[in-house]
């Protein structure tokens, strides 16, 4: 190999002090185009309703230069349902991203390993169950906190059941699948022996739904949201190297078995608050990080992408939800009508690699 080849096989990197960071080009330019697509069309969100909006008015008012019935209208009325997909999204999407890059597995998500299973159980658990202590925990620490616990639980059985001196993708997957066949199972029979309007209170949230946010919602989940993202940017430049196996991970120096746990469960808890916010939203952890995967043509799902790809899937699903149809539909039936399909292809394409 000559000289000019090898330059070229050598990714460039930067150095500042004693951090280095690797320069990817064509990841910096997606990660961009992804960003200015998800500002695009959260402000196209917000300008659709009965009192409609154009983009240069959704704009002005954003950066403070739109009129005082704009701002209400924008401020108070539209701003936390769009932001409420826009955390949830990015939320999903990092969570995603980290279970499939551990796993080493396209199909290890929230979904697939029943960590939303167990937060929707919990949840179906409190609303059809009435009083004595199902009442006094919805009343203490309120629904959302509850499904939170609930997935964060699901989460913990998992790895546990899922650990043999190390987690297999396989194993966790399938372990994953069993304990959210469980979980459905339970939840199915909580809202057949539930009261009729205690199950539509429950269907509601089952579906999957950014409708009637609050602010107070909101900000739990935003402040929940960037301090396990915190985390994981403290830690995710050592998640690259467990894809070569524990062995190569230790002989780099990395304590793989405290950077899987401490992923795993910021992934776990970043699942919950996305639940807790907006419900069981389906597919958008298990599309996002692959989209981004094969958008940003990098071995292994990225972060930021794929939690820009999950914030831009959700709002933009939202935003078909409600102006596409003809009747309003949750935001979680068009993320299943696309996730579903994509699920298949998935499957497809890994049962073609192995006939090769």
Known sequence: MNETAVKRSVTPGLR?????????????????????????????SIGVGDFPLGL?????TLFGQGERVDEFVIMDLRMPRALAGLIVGVALGVSGAITQSIARNPLASPDILGITGG?????????????GAATAIVDSV?????????????????YFLAWRRGIDGLRLILIG??????????TIWLLAT????????????????????????????????L???????????????????????????????????????????????AVSAAGPVPFVALVAPQVALRLSRYPTPPLVASGLVGALLLIGADLVARTAL?????????????????????????NLRKGR
């Open 326 to 350: 003809p009747i309003t539909l949750p935001v979680g039936v068009v993320t299943a009508a696309i996730g579903g399909p994509f699920l298949v292809y998935l499957l497809v394409r890994a």
């Open 142 to 158: 309120g629904l959302s906190a509850a499904a939170l616990a609930g997935g964060l639980g699901t989460g913990l059985l998992v």
């Open 194 to 225: 539930a009261d009729i309007r205690d199950v539509a209170r429950a269907q509601a949230w089952l579906v999957g739904s950014l409708d009637n946010r609050s602010w107070g919602e909101v900000w739990v989940a935003l402040w929940c949201a």
């Open 119 to 131: 937060a929707s159980a919990v949840a179906v658990f409190l609303v059809t169950v009435s009083g």
């Open 227 to 273: 301090a396990l993202i915190a985390v994981v940017s403290c830690v995710a430049f050592q998640l690259r190297p467990l894809h070569f196996g524990d062995e190569v991970a230790a002989g780099l120096g990395v304590r793989y078995s405290m950077v899987r746990a401490v992923l795993l469960l910021c992934a776990v808890l970043l699942a919950g608050v």
């Open 16 to 44: 500042l002090g004693r951090a280095s960071f690797v320069w990817r080009p064509w990841m910096v330019f997606v990660t961009l185009l992804l960003a200015a697509a998800t500002f695009l069309v959260f402000c196209l």
């Open 177 to 186: 699948i069993s304990v959210s066949a469980v979980m459905q199972a339970i």
């Open 56 to 60: 240069p008015q959704v704009i002005a």
